[in-house]
């Protein structure tokens, strides 16, 4: 049972413009939600978090935005940047529950310059 | 730099044979995890620690899984009698209770042939 879903593998996008990166979840229980960005051969690299009591934060070029009421979110990053050109994973957690993240399939971000 | 560490980034080894990784966390980190990603998935939990308690084992990780955090700072994670099956690459990740912005380190790929 995949409780947090990234139905899109892929998406391409023009330098300048914006990225829209979408993320689905089933669980209500989950309160914590997460972006990473990963490159081939490393870790996951931290981006930026959400929690449930909010429906949108930003840093930089990166806002997410939470629905709770559709349980799904989105990473907008605006504007892209060659250098984004990534694997993006959303991830979400319970906090009372020890936090361990369950994370969604990716969604491989190019941006052409 | 202090990130979370990993050792060693690669390992090939023999069915049969077994493997031990290292993971040394951020510092001031008291929470430790363990995760797995094979190709084309997101990670997915294994384990984690507060300090050198384990407070949670995933039904992936079989008897043949064992992980240790003996002092609350680095932690081992075994593989014995290693499959085919578990190639992969391990992650580790930390945090400070209370954030739960997870960090992770740039994660060991085993290839088990």
């Known amino acids: 049972d995949q409780q947090v879903k990234q139905n899109s593998p892929s998406l391409s996008v023009q330098e300048g413009r914006i990225s829209i990166l979408n993320c689905d979840y089933t669980?209500?229980?989950?309160?914590?939600f997460l972006w990473y960005k990963k490159y081939p051969a490393e870790g996951p690299t931290f981006l930026i978090s959400?929690?449930?009591?909010?429906d949108k934060n930003e840093d930089g070029r990166f806002t997410v935005f939470l629905n709770k009421s559709a349980k799904h979110l989105s990473l907008h990053i605006v504007p892209s940047q060659p250098g984004d050109s990534a694997v993006y994973f959303c991830a979400a957690s319970v906090i009372e529950l020890g936090g361990k993240l369950i994370f969604g399939q990716g969604t491989e971000l190019s941006v052409k310059p | 730099d202090t990130g979370v560490s990993q050792d060693p980034r690669h390992k090939i080894t023999k069915r049969g044979q077994n493997v031990t990784f290292r993971c040394d966390p951020i510092s001031e980190h008291n929470r430790l995890y363990w995760y797995r990603q094979t190709l084309g998935q997101g990670p997915e939990f294994l384990t984690y620690f507060q300090n050198e308690a384990q407070l949670e084992k995933s039904r992936l990780l079989s008897d043949r899984f064992s992980a240790e955090r003996p002092k609350g700072s680095f932690s081992t994670l075994e593989i014995q009698r290693t499959e085919q099956g578990d190639s992969a690459m391990y992650l580790c990740?930390?945090?400070?209770?209370?954030?739960?912005?997870?960090?992770f380190g740039p994660g060991t790929r085993l290839l088990v042939l």
């Open positions: 669980n209500s229980m989950f309160d914590y």
């Open positions: 959400i929690s449930s009591i909010k």
């Open positions: 990740a930390s945090s400070f209770t209370g954030t739960d912005n997870q960090y």
